[in-house]
Protein backbone atom coordinates (compact mmCIF):
# COMPACT_ATOMS: atom_id res chain seq x y z
CA UNK A 1 0.00 0.00 0.00
CA UNK A 2 2.60 2.31 1.36
CA UNK A 3 4.49 1.33 -1.91
CA UNK A 4 2.06 1.70 -4.23
CA UNK A 5 1.35 5.75 -2.66
CA UNK A 6 5.18 6.26 -3.18
CA UNK A 7 5.02 4.48 -6.95
CA UNK A 8 1.56 7.26 -7.75
CA UNK A 9 3.84 10.17 -6.28
CA UNK A 10 6.86 9.14 -8.27
CA UNK A 11 4.65 9.45 -11.44
CA UNK A 12 2.74 12.15 -10.37
CA UNK A 13 6.15 14.54 -10.09
CA UNK A 14 7.93 12.62 -13.43
CA UNK A 15 4.63 14.72 -14.74
CA UNK A 16 4.82 17.96 -12.66
CA UNK A 17 5.28 20.01 -15.96
CA UNK A 18 1.62 18.83 -16.76
CA UNK A 19 0.28 18.90 -13.59
CA UNK A 20 1.55 22.48 -13.44
CA UNK A 21 -0.63 23.50 -15.98
CA UNK A 22 -3.83 22.13 -14.78
CA UNK A 23 -3.77 23.10 -11.41
CA UNK A 24 -3.39 26.60 -11.48
CA UNK A 25 -6.91 26.11 -13.26
CA UNK A 26 -8.20 24.04 -10.62
CA UNK A 27 -7.14 26.39 -7.97
CA UNK A 28 -8.74 29.10 -10.09
CA UNK A 29 -12.02 27.32 -10.14
CA UNK A 30 -11.85 26.53 -6.01
CA UNK A 31 -11.30 30.81 -5.76
CA UNK A 32 -13.81 31.57 -8.07
CA UNK A 33 -16.32 29.34 -8.36
CA UNK A 34 -16.13 27.53 -5.11
CA UNK A 35 -15.81 29.78 -2.73
CA UNK A 36 -18.71 31.48 -3.94
CA UNK A 37 -20.86 28.49 -3.45
CA UNK A 38 -19.73 27.96 0.17
CA UNK A 39 -20.24 31.74 0.77
CA UNK A 40 -24.29 30.79 -0.14
CA UNK A 41 -24.14 30.22 3.82
CA UNK A 42 -24.81 33.42 4.81
CA UNK A 43 -28.51 33.03 3.49
CA UNK A 44 -28.64 31.41 7.08
CA UNK A 45 -26.59 34.14 8.56
CA UNK A 46 -27.03 37.82 9.41
CA UNK A 47 -24.14 38.24 7.63
CA UNK A 48 -22.53 42.44 7.61
CA UNK A 49 -19.62 42.67 5.19
CA UNK A 50 -17.50 44.49 8.06
CA UNK A 51 -16.63 41.44 9.87
CA UNK A 52 -15.22 38.01 9.27
CA UNK A 53 -18.19 35.42 7.99
CA UNK A 54 -17.72 32.92 10.80
CA UNK A 55 -18.17 35.53 13.62
CA UNK A 56 -21.90 36.52 12.05
CA UNK A 57 -24.38 34.85 14.55
CA UNK A 58 -26.88 32.04 12.65
CA UNK A 59 -30.39 32.80 12.41
CA UNK A 60 -31.63 29.94 10.10
CA UNK A 61 -34.47 30.28 8.31
CA UNK A 62 -35.30 33.76 9.13
CA UNK A 63 -34.11 35.12 5.44
CA UNK A 64 -36.62 32.63 3.63
CA UNK A 65 -39.40 33.81 6.39
CA UNK A 66 -39.05 37.67 5.17
CA UNK A 67 -38.96 36.99 1.56
CA UNK A 68 -41.63 34.69 1.00
CA UNK A 69 -44.01 37.67 3.20
CA UNK A 70 -42.46 40.07 1.09
CA UNK A 71 -45.02 41.28 -1.77
CA UNK A 72 -42.20 42.91 -3.35
CA UNK A 73 -40.27 39.22 -3.92
CA UNK A 74 -43.29 37.63 -5.14
CA UNK A 75 -44.05 40.83 -7.56
CA UNK A 76 -40.29 39.92 -8.67
CA UNK A 77 -41.80 36.14 -9.12
CA UNK A 78 -44.87 37.44 -11.36
CA UNK A 79 -42.44 40.05 -13.48
CA UNK A 80 -39.96 36.92 -14.53
CA UNK A 81 -42.64 34.87 -15.32
CA UNK A 82 -44.69 36.94 -17.28
CA UNK A 83 -41.24 38.40 -19.46
CA UNK A 84 -40.38 34.42 -19.50
CA UNK A 85 -44.21 33.13 -20.46
CA UNK A 86 -43.72 35.78 -23.06
CA UNK A 87 -40.81 34.78 -24.78
CA UNK A 88 -41.18 30.85 -24.41
CA UNK A 89 -44.73 31.30 -25.94
CA UNK A 90 -44.64 33.54 -28.36
CA UNK A 91 -40.58 33.90 -29.07
CA UNK A 92 -39.44 30.43 -28.76
CA UNK A 93 -41.05 30.03 -32.33
CA UNK A 94 -39.69 32.39 -34.37
CA UNK A 95 -35.85 31.31 -34.69
CA UNK A 96 -37.35 28.16 -35.94
CA UNK A 97 -39.33 29.71 -38.38
CA UNK A 98 -37.24 32.34 -39.77
CA UNK A 99 -34.64 29.30 -40.30
CA UNK A 100 -37.33 27.03 -42.10
CA UNK A 101 -38.29 30.26 -44.26
CA UNK A 102 -34.71 30.83 -45.25
CA UNK A 103 -34.24 27.13 -46.10
CA UNK A 104 -36.62 28.22 -48.78
CA UNK A 105 -34.16 30.57 -50.30
CA UNK A 106 -33.28 29.38 -53.56
CA UNK A 107 -30.25 31.80 -54.30
CA UNK A 108 -27.35 30.59 -51.89
CA UNK A 109 -25.88 34.23 -51.71
CA UNK A 110 -28.78 36.24 -51.08
CA UNK A 111 -29.29 33.17 -48.17
CA UNK A 112 -26.29 33.65 -46.89
CA UNK A 113 -26.58 37.35 -47.15
CA UNK A 114 -29.83 37.75 -45.04
CA UNK A 115 -28.33 35.21 -42.25
CA UNK A 116 -24.86 37.44 -42.01
CA UNK A 117 -27.23 40.53 -41.73
CA UNK A 118 -29.56 39.11 -39.71
CA UNK A 119 -27.06 38.14 -36.73
CA UNK A 120 -25.14 41.22 -36.62
CA UNK A 121 -27.49 43.06 -33.60
CA UNK A 122 -26.52 40.08 -31.40
CA UNK A 123 -22.85 41.58 -31.56
CA UNK A 124 -24.16 45.04 -30.42
CA UNK A 125 -24.08 45.69 -26.64
CA UNK A 126 -27.28 46.11 -24.69
CA UNK A 127 -26.53 49.76 -23.51
CA UNK A 128 -26.52 50.94 -27.43
CA UNK A 129 -29.66 48.63 -28.81
CA UNK A 130 -31.28 49.88 -25.25
CA UNK A 131 -30.29 53.44 -26.53
CA UNK A 132 -32.19 52.93 -29.64
CA UNK A 133 -35.04 51.65 -28.52
CA UNK A 134 -35.25 54.31 -25.74
CA UNK A 135 -35.06 56.52 -28.12
CA UNK A 136 -37.96 55.33 -30.74
CA UNK A 137 -39.77 54.62 -27.56
CA UNK A 138 -40.05 58.32 -26.21
CA UNK A 139 -42.03 61.33 -27.22
CA UNK A 140 -41.44 62.38 -30.64
CA UNK A 141 -39.52 58.90 -31.40
CA UNK A 142 -40.17 56.61 -34.38
CA UNK A 143 -42.56 53.82 -32.88
CA UNK A 144 -44.92 56.62 -31.93
CA UNK A 145 -44.96 58.47 -35.34
CA UNK A 146 -45.35 54.98 -37.05
CA UNK A 147 -48.28 54.48 -34.92
CA UNK A 148 -49.91 57.92 -35.64
CA UNK A 149 -48.94 57.73 -39.06
CA UNK A 150 -50.96 54.22 -39.32
CA UNK A 151 -54.01 55.89 -37.28
CA UNK A 152 -53.40 53.06 -34.55
CA UNK A 153 -53.19 55.60 -31.92
CA UNK A 154 -53.79 59.61 -32.38
CA UNK A 155 -51.54 61.48 -29.46
CA UNK A 156 -48.10 60.23 -28.10
CA UNK A 157 -47.23 57.33 -25.61
CA UNK A 158 -44.26 57.38 -23.54
CA UNK A 159 -44.09 53.53 -23.88
CA UNK A 160 -41.33 53.01 -21.68
CA UNK A 161 -42.69 54.92 -18.92
CA UNK A 162 -45.80 53.42 -18.74
CA UNK A 163 -45.20 49.97 -16.68
CA UNK A 164 -47.61 48.54 -18.82
CA UNK A 165 -45.67 47.74 -21.94
CA UNK A 166 -42.47 46.87 -19.97
CA UNK A 167 -42.87 43.13 -21.01
CA UNK A 168 -43.79 43.73 -24.74
CA UNK A 169 -41.03 45.95 -25.08
CA UNK A 170 -38.51 43.82 -23.74
CA UNK A 171 -40.25 40.63 -26.06
CA UNK A 172 -39.71 43.02 -29.04
CA UNK A 173 -36.72 44.41 -28.29
CA UNK A 174 -35.38 40.66 -27.47
CA UNK A 175 -37.00 39.32 -30.91
CA UNK A 176 -35.10 42.26 -33.11
CA UNK A 177 -31.29 41.41 -31.37
CA UNK A 178 -31.52 37.53 -31.14
CA UNK A 179 -34.01 36.20 -33.49
CA UNK A 180 -31.20 35.67 -36.37
CA UNK A 181 -28.34 34.42 -33.95
CA UNK A 182 -30.89 31.70 -32.07
CA UNK A 183 -31.69 30.41 -35.59
CA UNK A 184 -28.08 29.57 -36.85
CA UNK A 185 -28.82 26.04 -34.08
CA UNK A 186 -31.51 25.10 -36.07
CA UNK A 187 -30.15 25.61 -39.53
CA UNK A 188 -27.07 24.10 -39.28
CA UNK A 189 -29.37 21.06 -38.08
CA UNK A 190 -31.34 21.87 -41.37
CA UNK A 191 -28.16 21.77 -43.10
CA UNK A 192 -27.55 18.12 -41.82
CA UNK A 193 -30.51 16.73 -42.98
CA UNK A 194 -29.84 14.04 -45.76
CA UNK A 195 -31.31 15.92 -49.55
CA UNK A 196 -32.50 12.18 -50.49
CA UNK A 197 -34.91 12.78 -47.64
CA UNK A 198 -36.66 15.66 -50.00
CA UNK A 199 -36.45 13.90 -53.23
CA UNK A 200 -38.07 11.27 -52.26
CA UNK A 201 -40.67 13.20 -50.22
CA UNK A 202 -41.28 14.69 -53.57
CA UNK A 203 -41.53 11.61 -55.80
CA UNK A 204 -44.45 10.56 -52.97
CA UNK A 205 -45.91 14.34 -54.51
CA UNK A 206 -45.52 15.97 -50.71
CA UNK A 207 -46.08 19.47 -51.39
CA UNK A 208 -43.72 22.53 -49.98
CA UNK A 209 -45.37 22.68 -46.91
CA UNK A 210 -45.54 18.39 -46.35
CA UNK A 211 -42.59 18.50 -46.70
CA UNK A 212 -41.30 21.47 -44.34
CA UNK A 213 -43.54 19.92 -41.81
CA UNK A 214 -42.81 16.27 -42.00
CA UNK A 215 -39.05 16.14 -43.06
CA UNK A 216 -37.50 19.24 -41.75
CA UNK A 217 -38.91 19.99 -38.20
CA UNK A 218 -39.32 16.11 -37.82
CA UNK A 219 -35.47 16.00 -38.35
CA UNK A 220 -34.33 19.08 -36.35
CA UNK A 221 -36.80 17.64 -33.70
CA UNK A 222 -34.08 16.95 -31.34
CA UNK A 223 -32.47 20.12 -31.64
CA UNK A 224 -35.78 21.69 -30.62
CA UNK A 225 -36.21 19.52 -27.72
CA UNK A 226 -33.02 20.40 -25.76
CA UNK A 227 -33.27 24.11 -26.79
CA UNK A 228 -36.89 23.90 -25.21
CA UNK A 229 -35.55 22.29 -22.32
CA UNK A 230 -33.23 24.86 -21.41
CA UNK A 231 -36.01 27.19 -22.03
CA UNK A 232 -38.18 25.98 -19.59
CA UNK A 233 -35.49 25.45 -16.92
CA UNK A 234 -34.36 29.32 -17.25
CA UNK A 235 -37.95 30.58 -16.93
CA UNK A 236 -36.75 31.90 -13.50
CA UNK A 237 -34.20 33.61 -15.36
CA UNK A 238 -34.34 36.90 -17.22
CA UNK A 239 -31.62 39.33 -19.71
CA UNK A 240 -30.32 41.15 -16.84
CA UNK A 241 -28.41 43.37 -19.39
CA UNK A 242 -31.32 44.44 -21.06
CA UNK A 243 -33.76 44.78 -18.32
CA UNK A 244 -31.36 46.72 -16.42
CA UNK A 245 -30.59 49.00 -19.57
CA UNK A 246 -34.46 49.61 -19.87
CA UNK A 247 -35.56 49.68 -16.57
CA UNK A 248 -36.64 53.02 -14.96
CA UNK A 249 -38.12 54.27 -11.72
CA UNK A 250 -41.54 54.91 -13.25
CA UNK A 251 -41.46 50.71 -14.85
CA UNK A 252 -39.88 49.05 -12.11
CA UNK A 253 -43.69 47.85 -10.85
CA UNK A 254 -43.06 45.86 -13.93
CA UNK A 255 -39.62 45.53 -14.87
CA UNK A 256 -38.18 44.33 -11.50
CA UNK A 257 -37.24 40.33 -12.00
CA UNK A 258 -36.31 38.39 -9.22
CA UNK A 259 -32.68 38.84 -11.13
CA UNK A 260 -33.09 42.69 -10.57
CA UNK A 261 -34.81 41.92 -7.13
CA UNK A 262 -31.66 40.43 -5.79
CA UNK A 263 -29.52 43.26 -7.36
CA UNK A 264 -31.55 45.88 -6.04
CA UNK A 265 -31.80 44.09 -2.66
CA UNK A 266 -28.27 42.82 -2.02
CA UNK A 267 -25.78 45.83 -4.00
CA UNK A 268 -28.19 48.90 -3.63
CA UNK A 269 -30.09 48.44 -0.15
CA UNK A 270 -27.05 46.30 1.29
CA UNK A 271 -28.95 43.46 2.26
CA UNK A 272 -26.38 40.48 1.62
CA UNK A 273 -27.76 37.66 3.71
CA UNK A 274 -31.34 38.60 2.33
CA UNK A 275 -31.08 38.46 -1.10
CA UNK A 276 -28.65 35.50 -0.69
CA UNK A 277 -31.08 33.88 0.70
CA UNK A 278 -33.44 34.48 -2.41
CA UNK A 279 -30.62 33.20 -4.60
CA UNK A 280 -29.64 30.14 -3.11
CA UNK A 281 -34.05 29.47 -2.87
CA UNK A 282 -33.31 30.52 -6.80
CA UNK A 283 -31.08 27.66 -7.64
CA UNK A 284 -32.66 25.21 -6.03
CA UNK A 285 -35.82 25.85 -8.07
CA UNK A 286 -34.20 26.12 -11.39
CA UNK A 287 -32.35 22.76 -10.45
CA UNK A 288 -35.91 21.46 -10.10
CA UNK A 289 -37.10 22.76 -13.21
CA UNK A 290 -33.98 21.42 -15.35
CA UNK A 291 -35.50 18.03 -13.94
CA UNK A 292 -39.04 18.55 -14.77
CA UNK A 293 -38.18 20.19 -17.99
CA UNK A 294 -35.71 17.28 -18.85
CA UNK A 295 -38.05 14.76 -17.68
CA UNK A 296 -41.02 15.59 -19.34
CA UNK A 297 -39.39 15.93 -22.56
CA UNK A 298 -38.15 12.67 -22.36
CA UNK A 299 -41.56 10.89 -22.01
CA UNK A 300 -43.33 12.82 -24.92
CA UNK A 301 -40.22 13.31 -27.64
CA UNK A 302 -37.98 10.75 -26.47
CA UNK A 303 -35.04 13.60 -26.41
CA UNK A 304 -33.67 14.86 -23.29
CA UNK A 305 -30.10 16.52 -22.49
CA UNK A 306 -29.00 13.41 -20.22
CA UNK B 1 -52.13 21.34 -65.61
CA UNK B 2 -50.70 20.08 -61.73
CA UNK B 3 -47.57 21.03 -62.46
CA UNK B 4 -48.66 24.77 -64.09
CA UNK B 5 -50.19 25.01 -61.15
CA UNK B 6 -47.61 24.10 -58.80
CA UNK B 7 -45.30 26.55 -60.48
CA UNK B 8 -47.39 29.50 -59.75
CA UNK B 9 -47.58 28.40 -56.15
CA UNK B 10 -44.02 28.37 -55.56
CA UNK B 11 -43.81 32.00 -57.55
CA UNK B 12 -46.26 33.51 -55.19
CA UNK B 13 -44.22 31.88 -52.01
CA UNK B 14 -40.87 32.59 -53.26
CA UNK B 15 -41.63 36.50 -53.47
CA UNK B 16 -43.51 36.49 -49.98
CA UNK B 17 -40.47 34.69 -48.31
CA UNK B 18 -37.97 37.13 -50.43
CA UNK B 19 -39.81 40.02 -49.23
CA UNK B 20 -39.76 39.06 -45.82
CA UNK B 21 -36.16 38.35 -45.84
CA UNK B 22 -35.56 41.37 -47.26
CA UNK B 23 -38.36 43.17 -43.95
CA UNK B 24 -36.02 41.56 -41.57
CA UNK B 25 -32.44 42.84 -43.06
CA UNK B 26 -34.16 45.97 -42.73
CA UNK B 27 -35.08 45.68 -39.37
CA UNK B 28 -31.64 44.47 -38.27
CA UNK B 29 -29.85 47.19 -40.64
CA UNK B 30 -32.24 50.38 -39.94
CA UNK B 31 -31.41 50.76 -36.15
CA UNK B 32 -27.70 51.47 -36.78
CA UNK B 33 -28.53 53.24 -39.78
CA UNK B 34 -30.60 55.58 -37.46
CA UNK B 35 -27.86 56.12 -34.93
CA UNK B 36 -25.51 57.06 -37.96
CA UNK B 37 -27.47 59.63 -39.65
CA UNK B 38 -28.32 60.76 -36.23
CA UNK B 39 -24.96 61.25 -35.29
CA UNK B 40 -24.04 62.98 -38.20
CA UNK B 41 -27.24 65.50 -38.81
CA UNK B 42 -26.94 68.42 -37.80
CA UNK B 43 -28.16 69.04 -33.85
CA UNK B 44 -31.39 70.70 -34.44
CA UNK B 45 -32.33 67.77 -36.89
CA UNK B 46 -31.21 65.12 -34.11
CA UNK B 47 -33.33 67.06 -31.69
CA UNK B 48 -36.57 65.88 -33.81
CA UNK B 49 -35.85 62.04 -33.85
CA UNK B 50 -37.83 62.60 -36.78
CA UNK B 51 -37.76 59.32 -38.69
CA UNK B 52 -35.87 60.11 -42.09
CA UNK B 53 -33.24 57.74 -44.33
CA UNK B 54 -29.89 60.29 -44.73
CA UNK B 55 -28.49 63.25 -42.87
CA UNK B 56 -30.95 66.37 -43.81
CA UNK B 57 -27.58 68.65 -42.71
CA UNK B 58 -24.13 67.29 -42.01
CA UNK B 59 -22.31 67.99 -39.42
CA UNK B 60 -19.39 66.71 -37.32
CA UNK B 61 -20.51 68.94 -33.81
CA UNK B 62 -21.55 66.04 -31.84
CA UNK B 63 -18.08 63.58 -32.94
CA UNK B 64 -15.98 66.88 -31.82
CA UNK B 65 -17.64 66.62 -28.35
CA UNK B 66 -17.25 63.10 -27.91
CA UNK B 67 -13.82 62.36 -29.00
CA UNK B 68 -12.86 66.04 -26.89
CA UNK B 69 -14.02 64.39 -23.80
CA UNK B 70 -12.00 63.36 -21.23
CA UNK B 71 -13.97 60.58 -19.34
CA UNK B 72 -15.49 58.90 -23.04
CA UNK B 73 -11.74 59.09 -24.32
CA UNK B 74 -10.54 57.38 -20.75
CA UNK B 75 -13.00 54.69 -20.92
CA UNK B 76 -12.08 54.00 -24.80
CA UNK B 77 -8.68 53.49 -23.26
CA UNK B 78 -9.87 51.29 -20.31
CA UNK B 79 -12.15 49.25 -22.82
CA UNK B 80 -9.12 48.81 -25.38
CA UNK B 81 -7.11 47.51 -22.49
CA UNK B 82 -9.29 45.29 -21.12
CA UNK B 83 -10.16 43.67 -24.37
CA UNK B 84 -7.06 43.24 -25.09
CA UNK B 85 -5.42 42.13 -21.65
CA UNK B 86 -8.32 40.37 -20.81
CA UNK B 87 -8.99 38.34 -24.15
CA UNK B 88 -5.43 37.08 -23.82
CA UNK B 89 -4.97 36.13 -20.52
CA UNK B 90 -8.33 34.08 -20.95
CA UNK B 91 -7.27 32.22 -24.04
CA UNK B 92 -3.94 31.58 -23.04
CA UNK B 93 -5.15 30.45 -19.60
CA UNK B 94 -7.84 27.95 -20.85
CA UNK B 95 -5.74 26.70 -23.25
CA UNK B 96 -2.65 25.55 -20.96
CA UNK B 97 -5.56 24.17 -18.72
CA UNK B 98 -7.25 22.38 -21.88
CA UNK B 99 -3.91 20.99 -22.73
CA UNK B 100 -3.34 19.27 -19.53
CA UNK B 101 -6.62 17.92 -19.52
CA UNK B 102 -6.42 16.82 -22.63
CA UNK B 103 -4.17 14.01 -21.56
CA UNK B 104 -5.19 11.09 -20.58
CA UNK B 105 -2.12 10.22 -18.99
CA UNK B 106 -2.57 13.11 -16.68
CA UNK B 107 -3.11 11.58 -13.09
CA UNK B 108 -6.03 12.66 -11.02
CA UNK B 109 -8.15 13.69 -14.33
CA UNK B 110 -11.22 12.33 -13.33
CA UNK B 111 -11.23 14.19 -10.24
CA UNK B 112 -10.00 17.65 -12.17
CA UNK B 113 -12.89 16.83 -14.74
CA UNK B 114 -15.50 16.45 -11.75
CA UNK B 115 -14.42 19.66 -9.98
CA UNK B 116 -14.94 21.13 -13.16
CA UNK B 117 -18.34 19.97 -14.18
CA UNK B 118 -19.85 20.75 -10.67
CA UNK B 119 -19.04 24.04 -11.80
CA UNK B 120 -21.64 24.47 -14.84
CA UNK B 121 -24.53 23.22 -12.64
CA UNK B 122 -23.77 25.09 -9.23
CA UNK B 123 -22.47 28.67 -8.83
CA UNK B 124 -22.26 31.19 -5.95
CA UNK B 125 -24.49 34.09 -7.80
CA UNK B 126 -24.06 37.57 -7.93
CA UNK B 127 -23.89 38.23 -4.02
CA UNK B 128 -21.45 35.59 -3.03
CA UNK B 129 -19.60 36.67 -6.14
CA UNK B 130 -19.87 40.18 -5.16
CA UNK B 131 -18.85 40.38 -1.29
CA UNK B 132 -15.91 37.16 -2.72
CA UNK B 133 -14.49 39.92 -5.23
CA UNK B 134 -14.44 42.78 -2.03
CA UNK B 135 -12.59 40.42 -0.01
CA UNK B 136 -9.74 39.31 -2.89
CA UNK B 137 -9.32 43.55 -3.08
CA UNK B 138 -11.05 43.04 -6.92
CA UNK B 139 -13.41 45.82 -6.05
CA UNK B 140 -12.58 48.83 -7.60
CA UNK B 141 -9.92 47.83 -9.08
CA UNK B 142 -9.28 47.00 -12.86
CA UNK B 143 -7.98 43.71 -12.60
CA UNK B 144 -11.63 42.57 -11.89
CA UNK B 145 -12.40 42.47 -15.75
CA UNK B 146 -9.53 40.10 -16.46
CA UNK B 147 -8.83 37.55 -13.81
CA UNK B 148 -12.64 36.05 -12.77
CA UNK B 149 -12.78 36.19 -16.40
CA UNK B 150 -9.76 34.04 -16.96
CA UNK B 151 -11.50 30.55 -17.60
CA UNK B 152 -14.39 28.86 -18.93
CA UNK B 153 -15.13 25.35 -18.79
CA UNK B 154 -16.64 25.54 -21.77
CA UNK B 155 -14.20 27.21 -24.09
CA UNK B 156 -11.91 24.37 -21.93
CA UNK B 157 -13.98 21.86 -23.25
CA UNK B 158 -13.76 23.49 -27.12
CA UNK B 159 -10.03 23.74 -26.65
CA UNK B 160 -9.87 20.09 -25.47
CA UNK B 161 -11.64 18.48 -28.34
CA UNK B 162 -9.67 20.74 -30.66
CA UNK B 163 -6.16 19.62 -29.39
CA UNK B 164 -7.12 15.88 -29.58
CA UNK B 165 -7.52 16.07 -33.45
CA UNK B 166 -4.02 16.86 -33.66
CA UNK B 167 -1.92 13.64 -34.74
CA UNK B 168 0.08 12.52 -31.86
CA UNK B 169 3.05 11.67 -34.70
CA UNK B 170 3.49 15.53 -34.72
CA UNK B 171 3.73 15.85 -30.87
CA UNK B 172 5.76 12.82 -30.40
CA UNK B 173 8.10 13.35 -32.73
CA UNK B 174 8.78 16.82 -31.10
CA UNK B 175 9.29 15.02 -27.94
CA UNK B 176 11.70 12.69 -29.20
CA UNK B 177 13.63 15.61 -30.15
CA UNK B 178 13.70 16.80 -26.57
CA UNK B 179 10.57 19.16 -26.34
CA UNK B 180 9.35 19.35 -23.21
CA UNK B 181 5.45 19.11 -23.03
CA UNK B 182 5.52 23.10 -22.56
CA UNK B 183 7.50 23.26 -25.57
CA UNK B 184 5.15 20.64 -27.49
CA UNK B 185 2.35 22.65 -26.22
CA UNK B 186 3.82 26.17 -27.93
CA UNK B 187 5.55 25.36 -30.64
CA UNK B 188 3.37 22.16 -31.64
CA UNK B 189 0.16 22.52 -30.61
CA UNK B 190 -0.80 26.01 -30.46
CA UNK B 191 0.19 26.90 -33.59
CA UNK B 192 -1.41 24.01 -35.27
CA UNK B 193 -4.73 25.41 -33.40
CA UNK B 194 -4.67 28.74 -34.95
CA UNK B 195 -8.89 28.24 -36.41
CA UNK B 196 -9.86 27.85 -32.63
CA UNK B 197 -8.06 30.31 -31.14
CA UNK B 198 -9.16 32.99 -33.07
CA UNK B 199 -12.60 31.88 -32.45
CA UNK B 200 -12.13 31.79 -28.98
CA UNK B 201 -9.76 35.06 -28.90
CA UNK B 202 -13.08 36.57 -30.67
CA UNK B 203 -15.51 35.70 -28.65
CA UNK B 204 -13.77 36.48 -25.91
CA UNK B 205 -12.85 40.05 -27.44
CA UNK B 206 -16.38 41.13 -28.29
CA UNK B 207 -17.29 39.94 -24.84
CA UNK B 208 -15.13 42.58 -23.18
CA UNK B 209 -15.71 45.25 -25.85
CA UNK B 210 -19.75 44.96 -25.34
CA UNK B 211 -19.72 44.37 -21.05
CA UNK B 212 -21.20 47.67 -19.34
CA UNK B 213 -22.30 45.50 -16.16
CA UNK B 214 -19.04 44.90 -14.65
CA UNK B 215 -18.45 48.48 -14.33
CA UNK B 216 -21.42 49.22 -12.60
CA UNK B 217 -20.92 46.86 -10.22
CA UNK B 218 -17.46 46.72 -9.21
CA UNK B 219 -16.39 50.06 -10.72
CA UNK B 220 -16.63 53.42 -8.37
CA UNK B 221 -13.36 55.01 -9.71
CA UNK B 222 -14.10 56.95 -13.15
CA UNK B 223 -10.34 56.78 -14.56
CA UNK B 224 -10.87 52.99 -14.89
CA UNK B 225 -14.69 52.54 -16.08
CA UNK B 226 -15.21 51.33 -19.19
CA UNK B 227 -16.55 52.67 -22.18
CA UNK B 228 -19.77 51.16 -22.51
CA UNK B 229 -20.52 51.47 -18.24
CA UNK B 230 -19.80 55.33 -19.29
CA UNK B 231 -22.18 54.72 -21.77
CA UNK B 232 -24.92 52.94 -19.82
CA UNK B 233 -24.81 56.62 -17.14
CA UNK B 234 -25.54 58.15 -20.39
CA UNK B 235 -27.86 56.57 -22.14
CA UNK B 236 -29.63 55.19 -19.10
CA UNK B 237 -29.09 57.03 -15.94
CA UNK B 238 -29.21 60.71 -18.10
CA UNK B 239 -26.18 61.60 -16.20
CA UNK B 240 -24.84 64.06 -18.80
CA UNK B 241 -23.81 66.42 -16.81
CA UNK B 242 -19.57 66.41 -17.95
CA UNK B 243 -20.61 66.26 -21.78
CA UNK B 244 -23.05 69.01 -21.50
CA UNK B 245 -21.21 71.02 -20.15
CA UNK B 246 -18.81 70.78 -22.35
CA UNK B 247 -20.94 71.07 -25.01
CA UNK B 248 -22.38 74.37 -24.03
CA UNK B 249 -19.04 75.84 -23.60
CA UNK B 250 -18.25 75.07 -27.19
CA UNK B 251 -21.06 75.18 -28.96
CA UNK B 252 -23.99 77.08 -26.89
CA UNK B 253 -27.19 75.40 -26.29
CA UNK B 254 -27.38 74.94 -29.51
CA UNK B 255 -25.95 71.24 -29.40
CA UNK B 256 -28.58 69.32 -27.45
CA UNK B 257 -27.92 65.64 -25.68
CA UNK B 258 -29.40 63.53 -28.41
CA UNK B 259 -26.84 64.31 -30.84
CA UNK B 260 -23.89 63.41 -28.60
CA UNK B 261 -26.06 60.29 -27.58
CA UNK B 262 -26.11 59.03 -31.03
CA UNK B 263 -22.41 60.28 -31.64
CA UNK B 264 -21.18 58.33 -28.54
CA UNK B 265 -23.20 55.14 -29.58
CA UNK B 266 -21.42 55.31 -32.61
CA UNK B 267 -18.02 55.64 -31.43
CA UNK B 268 -18.70 52.97 -29.42
CA UNK B 269 -20.08 50.28 -31.31
CA UNK B 270 -17.72 51.27 -34.39
CA UNK B 271 -14.89 48.93 -33.77
CA UNK B 272 -17.32 46.09 -34.00
CA UNK B 273 -19.34 47.23 -37.21
CA UNK B 274 -15.64 47.54 -39.01
CA UNK B 275 -14.56 43.91 -38.06
CA UNK B 276 -18.16 42.57 -38.22
CA UNK B 277 -17.40 41.51 -42.50
CA UNK B 278 -14.39 39.78 -41.08
CA UNK B 279 -14.81 38.04 -38.08
CA UNK B 280 -18.66 36.70 -38.65
CA UNK B 281 -17.49 33.55 -40.16
CA UNK B 282 -15.50 32.69 -36.54
CA UNK B 283 -17.73 33.61 -34.59
CA UNK B 284 -20.31 31.36 -36.59
CA UNK B 285 -18.06 28.74 -36.38
CA UNK B 286 -17.82 29.11 -32.77
CA UNK B 287 -21.61 28.44 -32.46
CA UNK B 288 -20.94 25.34 -34.47
CA UNK B 289 -18.61 23.68 -32.31
CA UNK B 290 -20.06 24.97 -29.28
CA UNK B 291 -23.57 23.02 -30.26
CA UNK B 292 -21.88 19.90 -31.37
CA UNK B 293 -20.23 19.82 -27.86
CA UNK B 294 -23.89 20.90 -26.21
Known sequence: ?????????????????????????????????????FWLIIAFMDYSIAKPMLESPFVGLKHFQD???????????????????????????????????????????FKRTVQTISYLPHFIAWTIFGGIALNWLGEGGVVNQLMMALGVQDREILFNSDPKYFWWITFFTDTLKETGWSAIIYIAAISGIDPGLYEAAELDGAGRWQRMWHITVQSIRPTIAILFILAVSGILGSNFEQIFM??????????????????????VSGRHSFSTAVLFARSIVALGLLFIANHTSKKLTGDSIY | ?????????????????????????????YPMWFVLINSLNAPEQAMLGTVNWFP??????????????????????????????????????????????????????????????V???????????????????????????????????FNMVIFMSFFRTIPDSLEESAKVDGASDYGVLFRIVLPNSMAVIATITLF??????????QGVIYIRSQEILPLQTILYKIIAENSMSFMQQQAMAQFG??????????????????????????????????????????
Open chain 2, 119 to 153: TMLFSGGLIPTFILMTKLGLYDNFWVFVIPGMYSF
Open chain 2, 1 to 29: MGRRSTLKRIGVFEVCNTLLMLAVCFLTL
Open chain 1, 1 to 37: MFQLRTQQMKAFFKQWQLQSMVIPGIVWMLIFCYLPM
Open chain 1, 246 to 267: LKNNMNMKMAESLDLYIYNMGL
Open chain 2, 204 to 213: SAVYHWNDYY
Open chain 2, 56 to 117: KQLSLDSYSVVFNDKTMMNGFVVTILRTVIGSAAHVLFTAIVAYGMSKTTLIGRKLYMKIAL
Open chain 1, 67 to 109: FVTDDRFWRSIRNTLGMSSIKLVLGFPIPIIFALLLNEIRSLR
Open chain 2, 253 to 294: ARLPGNSIKFASMMVATLPILLFYPFIQRYLVKGVMIGAIKG
